[in-house]
Structures are given as structure tokens and as C-alpha cells.
């Protein structure tokens, strides 16, 4: 089946720094991908839709601002997560459409100080 | 996409049948039924979808009713490697359509 790897696993940062994530689809390229949040003990919420060569549309209460995605490519998603705060940490997923299913990458675990 | 409606946990005993069910009683004709699972700290794997017809592949049977208001997934021989949450999902198939999480059922395989 198709491949979405999501780049780091885990990363750990300071209150008040940005992270970037990265998502690939690794075998087949993807218009469209998606970027999940999910708390612990709850269910994935779907955060974005990124859409390469445009821009970006987001769900209600997620802030664009906050949460910069980037499609920069047939097979890359980035998310950065600016002036990162404790609330933010979560674990973040990415998922690419492909054949009516949706691929889901491994999950990255953000961890703010 | 339509809501679905699951039993927040199961329990199955390894070896056996882990049956699961879902109510999708507003699903409009044009959506499918799609599983997925998530074992702790993976991102989402997919199962097995349909339409209509009753669906067999390596890893589950999907059941749909006549009246496609509801669905069972089978886990024919649960490992204790299938604990994991399982979401039913109902949306249109294909194109760049997003992917909709409800709560979904946690199921326990016991030794």
C-alpha cells in the first residue's frame, strides 16, 4: 500500500519556539493532505487541508496564524507550529488521499516545555 | 458526511470473532463506510470499506445492512495484537475528500 512518513517522530522545545513537520507520501503524489491533532484519550480532530500550490483551508478555531502549512510540493506537507506554549504539545498527523483512502502517517509527538 | 455511532469499548477473548458495530442511520446513498483502527501511538491504519455489498479482505469482513443504516466489522480470529480503537467512518468515496473522526470503540483482545 502507499507510504506517508512524517518527519521527526518526536520532538521536545522550548515555551515560545516554532517547530516544523514534516509529511511525505512517499510513493505517490498527493494535491491534497491533511494535518490531525489528537489529544490524549480523545480521537483525531482535524485541524487543515493543505493544498499544494494554494493556500491552506482551516477548521473552525484552529488558528491559520499559529499553525503555518506549507504544501510545497506533490509529496510534502509541512506544519510549523509558531511560538509553540505547553497547550500545544500533542501528538500531529498527516494523512494523503489516494484511490478513495486516506494514508496516515505515523504521527509526530510534539512536547513543549 | 454522515455521524456515526459506536460502543465506546469492547472486549474479546484471543482466538475468537471480535464483531463491531456501527450505526450510520443518516448515510446518504452516494457514501461509503470506511473502518480504520489506531493502535496506541500509530497513526490510523486502514481495514476495509464498502458501499453495499458485503466486503472480505485479509484482515476483516465488513456487513452492511440491507438498509445501509448500520455496519458490523469482523475480526475473524482476534490476535491480541488487534487491541486497538476502531472507527467507523461514513463519507463519499474518492476524490480529496477529508476524513472525519468520531470517539470510535476501544477493543481489549484478552488472553
Known amino acids: 500500500g502507499a507510504v506517508v512518513s512524517q518527519h521527526p517522530s518526536r520532538v521536545i522545545c522550548k515555551s515560545g519556539t516554532s517547530v516544523k513537520i514534516e509529511c511525505r507520501s512517499l510513493?505517490?503524489?498527493?494535491?491534497?493532505m491533511f494535518w490531525y491533532r489528537q489529544f490524549p484519550k480523545q480521537s483525531l480532530m482535524l485541524m487543515a487541508t493543505s493544498n499544494e500550490g494554494s493556500k491552506a483551508t482551516y477548521e473552525q478555531g484552529v488558528e491559520k496564524d499559529k499553525f503555518l502549512i506549507n504544501h510545497a510540493s506533490l509529496t510534502l506537507s509541512t506544519l510549523t507550529v509558531t511560538s509553540a506554549h505547553p497547550e500545544d504539545s500533542s501528538f500531529y498527523i498527516c494523512?494523503?488521499?489516494?484511490?478513495?483512502?486516506?494514508?496516515f502517517g505515523p504521527g509526530t509527538r510534539l512536547t513543549v516545555l | 458526511d454522515a455521524k456515526t455511532t459506536q460502543p465506546p469499548s469492547m472486549d474479546c477473548a484471543e482466538g475468537r470473532a471480535a464483531n463491531l458495530p456501527c450505526n450510520h442511520s443518516?448515510?446518504?446513498?452516494?457514501?461509503?463506510v470506511y473502518w480504520y483502527r489506531q493502535i496506541h501511538s500509530q497513526g490510523p491504519q486502514y481495514i476495509i470499506h464498502?458501499?453495499?455489498n458485503n466486503e472480505t479482505n485479509e484482515m476483516a469482513s465488513l456487513i452492511i445492512t440491507e438498509d445501509r443504516k448500520s455496519s458490523t466489522l469482523i475480526l475473524p480470529h482476534a490476535t491480541l495484537r488487534d487491541t486497538a480503537v476502531y472507527y467507523c467512518?461514513?463519507?463519499?468515496?474518492?476524490?480529496?475528500?477529508?476524513?472525519?473522526f468520531g470517539a470510535g470503540t476501544r477493543l481489549t483482545v484478552k488472553p
Open positions: 494523512s494523503a488521499p489516494l484511490g478513495g483512502r486516506q494514508f
Open positions: 464498502g458501499l453495499k
Open positions: 510513493d505517490f503524489q498527493a494535491t491534497t
Open positions: 467512518i461514513v463519507r463519499v468515496y474518492g476524490g480529496n475528500n477529508d476524513m472525519r
Open positions: 443518516t448515510i446518504s446513498g452516494n457514501e461509503y
